[in-house]
């Protein structure tokens, strides 16, 4: 079934978000990372589960540690 109408921008936002994150990381390490996850707290548990599977799936060169959602958790 395709995306619905609604989901497409949501969609192209999370993209967007993801990018910073990964922009950030790769210039700014874990605080970097971090920094654009505050920045977004109702997307961040979203966001870091993307960029820990890319990690997991060996496609960042220095994943991220357990710091990083320490960091993010949800207080």
Known sequence: MPDSPASAPD????TSLLVECLRRYEDG?????CSVLRLHPGEAPALLHRVLLLA??????????????DATAVR
């Open 11 to 14: 969609e192209a936002q999370a």
């Open 29 to 33: 390490g874990a605080e970097g990372l």
């Open 56 to 69: 997991e799936l060996g496609l960042l060169p220095d994943p991220p540690s357990e710091a990083v959602s």
